[in-house]
C-alpha cells in the first residue's frame, strides 16, 4: 500500500497541489492559499508570507 502511494508520487511529482509560485518548488500541499478563487501552494510558511505580501508580483493571471 505504501509502495504504491510511494510509486504514485514518483510518477507524478508535479500533480495535486502544484508548484510554489514564489520559489518554484513543488509543493507537498501542506501549505495553502486561497487568493482570488484559486488555491495556491507553497513549500514554506515563508514562501506563503511573500506572497501574501506581494500577491500581484506572483499570482498566475
Ligand atoms: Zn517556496
Given amino acids: 500500500m505504501f509502495r504504491n502511494l510511494f510509486k504514485k508520487f514518483q510518477a507524478a511529482p508535479m ?3 502544484g508548484n510554489d509560485p514564489v520559489c518554484g518548488m513543488s509543493a507537498n500541499g501542506a501549505i495553502t492559499l486561497s487568493h ?3 488555491i495556491y501552494a507553497f513549500c514554506s510558511e ?7 505580501l506581494h500577491p500581484e508580483k506572483y499570482a498566475s493571471k
Fill in 15 to 17: 500533480q495535486g497541489a
Fill in 46 to 52: 515563508d514562501c506563503k508570507q511573500e506572497f501574501t
Fill in 36 to 38: 482570488e478563487g484559486k
